[in-house]
């Protein structure tokens, strides 16, 4: 069975350049939560997606933003790239509504110059 | 602030010798997940626990979920390389919480 996965695995860009990045989830599920994880930091929730509906946000930039398809895959955006948005970003799926048991995705890593 | 707190940061040691992560908080969590990540993958989920007090066993891995299940920790016995990586806790506050919050992880290193 196929995992969560990520397009693309590396990107760069440049400072003001916006960038999106793709999820598919495991088959079956519903939810997807996008994560950060900065360099030497444990991952910080983004958003989370429940059934097309954005059910969850965190303390993110509205320069941030993400949407979920009707076959359960998501985008996440970013406008207006800054240095400190270098960082893997994860996307990880879960069956049920909320954080219990998520699986994640390998993730993309993101470099802003 | 970081809600959740793990300790140690960073741990080498030798294989075959035992350790013990930490995973400390004030708040409450109505779960709590430890994932394993190796570097420029996402985390692997190791185990949920859910009921306080509650002990799961993975192998030669032992986790625990305080009795208050504010706080977590991870037993690993007789280390072998293959068990380097970064360990990390995650809580869920509140039951269908829309969020995992994640301690900063342990870098755990073991020494052929």
Do not use: M
């Not at chain 1, 999106?20 to 991952?43: A, D, E, F, M, N």
């Amino acid at each position: 069975d196929a995992g969560v996965t990520q397009s693309p695995t590396h990107l760069i860009k440049t400072r003001g350049q916006h960038v999106t990045l793709r999820c598919s989830p495991i088959s079956g599920h519903k939810s997807v939560s996008w994560y950060q994880q900065v360099l030497g930091q444990g991952p910080q929730f983004i958003f989370q997606y429940y059934e097309k509906e954005e059910r969850g946000r965190g303390n993110f930039p509205d320069r941030f933003s993400a949407r979920q398809f009707p076959n359960y895959s998501s985008e996440l955006n970013v406008n207006a790239l800054l240095l400190g948005d270098s960082a893997l970003y994860l996307c990880a799926s879960s069956s049920l509504l909320g954080g219990y048991e998520q699986y994640f995705g390998p993730g993309t890593r993101l470099t802003v110059t | 602030t970081q809600l959740l707190e793990q300790s140690p940061q960073f741990l080498s040691i030798q294989e075959g010798e035992n350790l013990t992560v930490y995973c400390n908080s004030s708040s409450v969590f109505s779960s709590l997940q430890w994932y394993r990540q190796e570097p420029g993958e996402g985390p692997v989920l190791l185990v949920t626990v859910v009921t306080g007090g509650e002990v799961k066993k993975l192998k030669r891995l032992t986790f625990q979920f305080g009795d208050a299940r504010k706080d977590s920790s991870l037993h690993i016995t007789a280390a072998q390389p293959g068990d380097t990586g970064l360990y990390l806790c995650a809580g869920e506050k509140g039951k269908g919480a829309q969020k995992l919050v994640f301690g900063q992880g342990t870098r755990l290193t073991i020494n052929p």
